[in-house]
């Protein structure tokens, strides 16, 4: 059984910060990539952030210059440093894992999501 954990979400003024935080657990052999996804009301699931195991990032254009994706290998947590937020950052912010278990299988896990509302 492997487990995701979220935390960090809220609401927060134009211009704000938040730190997401996933913390993976269970019986976890290693970790391979994790990023950060997000979904707003009517639109579609987006890629916002990822981060492989030997530490290569990606991001969305629109949050370039403004997060940061890390992780903490010895912890199985991904973190999102949100920096300069914008109204257009409001949705469900979801983590994603991809895992080998103890028992050899792969698993991507999703966490449960963390709402980052943006408003003044």
């Known amino acids: 059984q492997v487990q995701l954990v979220e935390s960090g979400g809220g609401l927060v003024q134009p211009g704000g910060s938040l730190r997401l935080s996933c913390a993976a657990s269970?019986?976890?052999?290693?970790?391979?990539?994790m990023g950060w996804y997000r979904q707003a009301p009517g639109k579609e699931r987006e890629l916002v952030a990822a981060i492989s195991s030997g530490g290569k990032t990606n991001y969305a254009d629109s949050v370039k210059d403004r997060f940061t994706i890390s992780r903490d290998n010895a912890k199985n947590t991904v973190y999102l440093q949100m920096n300069s937020l914008k109204p257009e950052d409001t949705a469900v912010y979801y983590c994603?894992?991809?895992?080998?278990?103890?028992?050899?299988?792969?698993?991507?896990?999703w966490g449960q999501g963390t709402q980052v509302t943006v408003s003044s």
């Open positions: 994603n894992v991809e895992i080998l278990t103890t028992t050899w299988r792969k698993l991507i896990r």
């Open positions: 269970g019986s976890i052999f290693s970790v391979n990539a």
